[in-house]
């Protein structure tokens, strides 16, 4: 084989690594990772950096001139954490170096970068270069504060509701072991319950009977006392009360009488509307009969 043969074979092998240079180049500034080759001093001046550090808002120019080096830009608060832990991982053998931190764009705004370096060492040990890719995940590491406070803020909630339902079990409790009964009941004719405390069955009557619709609380007031109560809560209602306070019969599951003494707070929405009866209903049958 001559001269001319091997020169045009040479030209041919450096045409082919220059074009697959040129491929690799170009796959590299257009994705979001930028490449830099750095020399092992205190600065970590750039042999080499992608095009697309402009992300960054610098020019590879800036880098590979001199006239910017990379830990010039690493954020202050940071600087000292990275070097060290580079460090520890040149002394320690290792052959890669990843870790996040902020840096400082060409106008002063703070990015968080993830940093995945290879450790190149010369044949007796030494390091050599590093060669690195950096990656902007400013938006990942927000997406992860913004989940993080999510999941504080739901363990908050599930955290006050479990303290919710506790309490709510002591007041359940309460009144469960005391002659009032509690009702919350629908602004509609004969009083639809949407809420009633389980000690209702000292009338003979279960919760559900209520909440289910099968019985109206309206239905089990005294016949002689109905239209005397409904009048009466009408006219509260329409003179903008908030309370009512009425004594009447109501009748047991058995038909037995009851006299019970009912306090009831009217609520409204924003429109000045009556929309629910907060009610508490009690016993007094025997301070009747004693009267």
Same mark, same amino acid.
């Given at each position: 084989m001559g001269f001319n043969q091997l020169a045009e074979s040479d030209e041919l092998i450096l045409g082919e690594a220059l074009e697959r240079q040129q491929v690799l180049e170009k796959v590299i500034n257009n994705s979001p990772v930028m490449a830099f080759l750095w020399v092992p001093d205190k600065k970590w001046p750039a042999m080499y950096v992608s095009e697309n550090v402009t992300q960054l808002e610098y020019s590879a120019e800036d880098f590979l001139t001199g006239r910017i080096m990379y830990a010039d830009i690493v954020h202050s608060e940071d600087i000292d954490r990275v070097r060290k832990e580079l460090t520890r991982c040149c002394e320690a053998g290792n052959d890669s170096f990843v870790q996040r931190y902020r840096v400082l764009t060409g106008n002063g705004e703070v990015r968080w970068v993830e940093e995945k370096t290879f450790i190149q060492r010369d044949e007796t040990g030494n390091v050599a270069n590093f060669q690195g890719i950096v990656r902007d995940v400013t938006q990942e590491i927000k997406n992860e504060k913004v989940l993080k406070d999510a999941l504080q803020s739901q363990k908050a909630l599930m955290e006050k509701q479990k303290a919710l339902l506790e309490r709510q079990k002591v007041l359940e409790t309460v009144i469960n072991n005391s002659s009032m009964v509690v009702f919350l009941w629908k602004a509609e004719k004969y009083w639809p319950t949407l809420y009633v405390s389980e000690n209702v069955r000292q009338f003979g009557y279960a919760p559900e009977d209520f909440i289910s619709g099968k019985i109206l609380y309206g239905k089990i007031i005294h016949p002689e006392d109905l239209l005397l109560v409904e009048l009466e809560l009408e006219e509260n209602c329409e003179e903008g009360?908030?309370? %009512? @306070?009425?004594?009447?019969?109501?009748?047991?599951?058995?038909?037995?009488?009851?006299? *019970?003494?009912?306090?009831? %707070? *009217?609520? +409204? @929405?924003?429109?000045?509307?009556?929309?629910? %009866?907060?009610?508490?209903?009690?016993?007094?049958? +025997? @301070?009747?009969? +004693?009267?």
């Open positions: 009360g908030k309370e %009512f @306070n009425r004594q009447y019969r109501i009748l047991t599951q058995t038909a037995d009488v009851r006299w *019970i003494e009912e306090k009831t %707070f *009217i609520q +409204r @929405n924003e429109e000045g509307e009556v929309t629910h %009866f907060q009610g508490i209903i009690e016993d007094i049958t +025997r @301070n009747v009969k +004693r009267a």
